[in-house]
């Protein structure tokens, strides 16, 4: 059973415009991540969120965790050909180690 | 800084061979992980490590799967026997506890 979905699975967008990734669950998790995966590379940590409600901005990201912490959302500003790659959210119970990652979004934005 | 070390990074193997899939984690790390990436699968994790001791192997998928951490700059992933369905995308990440965790770039194994 996959406990965190992902969606749209695949997104690809011009450079410039703007885009949202949502990651949700049945299940409350105590801290969300957001990892960014390049091709041939290992996941890159971007965000941790802990509190439900919390917004946070890395540059033109910006991430939510849900009120009730079972869902988040990665919107990207005015995106670029950079930020091409594999988003992955992860989700933790209590103060552990294990993240249960998601599904994934593959995005690819065009020059 | 160097990062996490995973060796090989390309690794193709006839079924019923043994893999040894190596690992180095980040100096002054004292958490490692295995993970395995698979297209239906996703990212999942197999075992972790604390202070060179397992902690959870929950995730090893079965006994041909074995993972030995001997010092705390080392840890490896074995094989044996391999089997087509293990082929993957295997990571190493390390961390220091709980803390943020740091992928290597995977070893990419493709069993025949």
């Known amino acids: 059973t996959q406990l965190l979905e992902q969606s749209p699975q695949f997104l690809s967008i011009q450079e410039g415009e703007n885009l949202t990734v949502y990651c949700n669950s049945s299940?409350?998790?105590?801290?969300l991540q957001w990892y960014r995966q390049e091709p041939g590379e290992g996941p890159v940590l971007l965000v941790t969120?802990?509190?439900?409600?919390e917004v946070k901005k890395l540059k033109r990201l910006t991430f939510q965790f849900g009120d009730a912490r079972k869902d988040s959302s990665l919107h990207i500003t005015a995106a670029q050909p950079g930020d091409t790659g594999l988003y992955l959210c992860a989700g933790a119970r209590g103060g552990t180690y294990k993240y249960i990652f998601g599904t994934g979004t593959r995005l690819k934005v065009l020059a | 800084d160097a990062g996490v070390i995973q060796s090989p990074r390309h690794e193709v193997t006839e079924m019923g061979q043994e893999v040894t899939l190596r690992c180095k984690p980040i100096s002054g790390h004292n958490s490692l992980f295995w993970y395995r990436q698979t297209m239906m699968r996703g990212l999942e994790l197999l075992i972790y490590?604390?202070?060179?001791?397992?902690?959870?192997d929950s995730g090893m998928p079965e006994d041909r799967f074995s993972a030995k951490m001997p010092n705390a700059s080392f840890s490896t992933l074995k094989i044996q026997p391999s089997e087509p369905r293990d082929s993957a995308v295997y990571f190493c990440?390390?961390?220091?506890?709980?803390?943020?965790?740091?992928f290597g770039p995977g070893t990419r194994l493709l069993v025949l």
């Open positions: 990440a390390s961390s220091r506890d709980i803390g943020t965790q740091y």
């Open positions: 299940s409350v998790f105590s801290s």
């Open positions: 969120v802990v509190t439900g409600g």
């Open positions: 490590f604390n202070n060179n001791v397992p902690i959870d």
